[in-house]
């Protein structure tokens, strides 16, 4: 089975301050995908991921930036969070052939104060 | 632009009651269409299924047809469980590697 861990699980900072957050597959799925939730909203892209150092935009990627460097690891960077940045974040990873079938990670809670 | 509409929660049902989840789409082309599930504290895991018109998707006891008609994916259940209670995600993908979701309903079921 696929597994993903994001770290940290939760984290709480200041507006103003720099945050990464890490996800790391242990297998070779080539897709990863970083979504928020929020109420009312369900989840939304922010960045995806088809292989190292390949990455584009999704529907809310202002204020985001992602690095993958390694197959394994999809970053998600919020270079300077704001308290509209308050969110659940999963990441995802696509898991088959069909684009839609996504297995996702246990969520990061970031707070920004 | 693609997009998921579904009912507003919460659905709050009687263990045993039948459940019904509506969502319809907008879509260019010929979408997939999924329903996920995430339980408290979890992320969110697939549930069923269906890639073309008048395809049916399956699992757990839950179910959803594919309705080209009426750009549909109603989610149904003859039967809900107290363990059934969660948050549950209409989406779709039109195979440009991106998956868009609906704002999600969330279900109670009393014992």
């Known amino acids: 089975d696929a597994g993903i861990t994001q770290s940290p699980r939760h984290k709480v900072t200041e507006t103003g301050t720099p945050v990464t957050l890490r996800c790391h597959q242990t297998e070779n799925h080539r897709y990863m995908y970083w979504y928020r939730q929020d109420p009312g909203h369900g989840l939304r892209l922010i960045h995806y991921?088809?292989?190292?150092?390949?990455?584009d935009k999704g529907e809310v990627s202002d204020g985001y930036s992602v690095s993958r460097s390694k197959t394994e690891d999809f970053l998600l960077t919020l270079e300077s969070a704001t308290s509209s940045q308050t969110s659940v974040y999963f990441c995802a990873i696509k898991t088959s052939g069909d684009t839609g079938e996504l297995f996702f990670g246990e969520g990061s809670r970031l707070t920004v104060l | 632009g693609n997009s998921v509409t579904q009912m507003e929660g919460p659905v709050t049902l009687s263990e045993e009651a039948f459940l019904t989840i509506n969502c319809t789409y907008t879509a260019t082309g010929y979408p997939s269409l999924f329903w996920y599930v995430q339980y408290p504290g979890e992320g969110l895991q697939l549930l069923l299924k269906a890639t073309k018109a008048d395809d049916k998707g399956s699992n757990k006891g839950f179910e959803a047809t594919y309705r080209k008609e009426t750009t549909s994916f109603h989610l149904e259940k003859g039967s809900v469980q107290v363990s059934d209670s969660a948050v549950y995600f209409c989406?779709?993908?039109?195979?440009?590697?991106?998956?868009?979701f609906g704002t999600g309903t969330r279900l109670l079921v009393s014992p």
């Open positions: 989406a779709l993908s039109t195979g440009f590697q991106k998956l868009v």
């Open positions: 991921s088809y292989g190292v150092k390949d990455t």
